[in-house]
């Protein structure tokens, strides 16, 4: 067999419609946590709130994916996956229709928490899902499939969802995205497979302390944290600081150019990770480094900042991919049941590392300037950089040949 149709042959194997499913599943917990931030002034004027406190439901969202992910992890992990994807996914139903239809704060925070809850559960489970059904030596590129949801929600999902509050209404853009979940649950029943089974009830599960102690987890956690510190720094307040530099109009284009990097990334990810881990993640590293930077140094012009957010979305735009994908693969060397406590330990540090960034980065711009708010993104990139030359052979294995 040749090599052109050997790779025909892997790339037929993957199953494309339950990937697909669960790339859908991404996207709608993607844009639930985001979709906030288009409709806020909506949300405000409705329930009679000032932005600061409608933009806690972000928070409420993150709080409520980082407090339960691993507790749930462990709660659920003898339960088959299907099965446990359905209930989070229907819980998601649940919390975006009670948004929709939310008669105050109260009950409006409580909804966004229900959907953080849920998040939790589903992000533990989502990568290892792809991984379970996927044919040997193409795990990366089932989970790069996947996670394509994420970019998605940010430079579709929300923009629509934005269009649909302007003109509808912020509780029609929730109650889309219900219908939108109600289909992918039929989805997944119809085109998941009930595989992947986790290990039998009776088998020791995998302690967070345990997991961390897995040669290369730690490292690849510590990527985690440095790398969506780094991001969330810059992508949170990257409005104010085009506006510093007189570049507030073309703020929409920059962020098109770096969604659409986004893409292309996960495009090129998605067909290398296997082989390539190191090689990608070192690469990531360096490019988000290299575009911080130069926002930092660049001169006030649109041409060369949407170059650097071409840079910027390259770098970025796979590193979710790579970074489950290391977790998984580290924490499969001593058995299922690490490779899913990796993931909510992953799930966990993510959604503190993005709420923290909001903190430190809203911080750093009072109490320095905006210039430093992308100098400390740079320096976060350069340590995630260093992070990977590091732990090289337990962490970011060089060449992980597929069969």
């Known amino acids: 067999m040749t090599t052109t149709t050997a790779s025909r042959a892997r790339r037929a194997a993957l199953p494309w419609s ?22 806020l002034p909506e949300m405000s004027s409705t329930l009679g709130m000032s932005s600061g406190a409608t933009g806690q439901t972000v928070t409420v969202y993150a709080v409520g994916t ?22 989070a996914m229907t819980v998601f139903l649940v919390a975006n229709t009670l948004t929709a239809a939310a008669p105050g704060y109260a009950v409006l925070l409580a909804a966004r928490f229900l959907a953080g809850v849920a998040a939790g559960l589903a992000w533990a489970i989502l990568a290892g ?14 989970i790069a499939i996947a996670m394509t949801g994420i ?12 269009l649909v509050g302007q003109h509808v209404g912020w509780r029609a853009a929730f109650a889309a995205v219900s219908v939108v979940t109600l289909a992918v649950i039929a989805w997944i029943v119809r085109s998941v497979p009930a595989t992947g089974r986790p290990e039998a009830a009776n088998t020791t599960r995998a302690t967070t302390r345990q997991t961390m102690g897995v040669p290369g987890v730690a490292a ?16 949170a307040y990257i409005a104010p600081y085009l506006r510093h ?66 840079v910027w979305g390259l770098g970025w735009g796979g590193m979710p991919t790579l970074l489950q994908t290391a977790a998984g693969h580290a924490g499969t060397r001593r058995g299922p049941a690490v490779a899913d406590t990796a993931q909510a330990v992953l799930v966990t540090l993510w959604n503190a590392a993005m709420a923290l960034g909001g903190i430190i980065g809203g911080a750093v711009l009072q109490g320095i300037g ?34």
């Open 151 to 162: 970019p998605l929600a940010l430079s579709l999902g929300v923009p629509a969802g934005t």
């Open 18 to 39: 339950a990937l697909l499913a669960l790339g859908t599943a991404v996207f709608i917990t993607s844009l639930t946590e985001t979709l906030p931030a288009g409709v």
């Open 220 to 235: 690849i956690m510590t990527m985690v944290v440095t790398f969506v510190l780094g991001h969330t720094i810059i992508y």
């Open 66 to 87: 980082a407090s339960t992910a691993i507790p749930l992890s462990a709660a659920t992990a003898s339960v088959p996956r299907k099965p446990l994807l359905l209930a």
């Open 129 to 142: 899902y792809a991984r379970r059904i996927a044919p040997p030596g193409l795990e990366g590129r089932a």
């Open 245 to 310: 530099a007189g570049l507030g109009s073309s703020t929409d284009t920059i962020l098109l150019a770096f969604g659409i990097a986004c893409l292309g990334s996960i495009w090129y990810v998605g067909r290398r990770i296997d082989r390539h881990l190191r090689v990608l993640a070192s690469t990531g590293a360096a490019l988000f480094t290299l575009s911080t930077a130069a926002f930092a140094v660049t001169t006030a012009h649109p041409v060369v900042w949407a170059a650097a957010a071409v």
């Open 370 to 403: 905006v210039t430093a708010v992308v100098t400390a993104a740079s320096v976060l990139g350069a340590a995630g950089l260093l992070t990977v030359a590091v732990a090289r052979h337990r962490a970011f294995p060089p060449v992980r040949t597929a069969p």
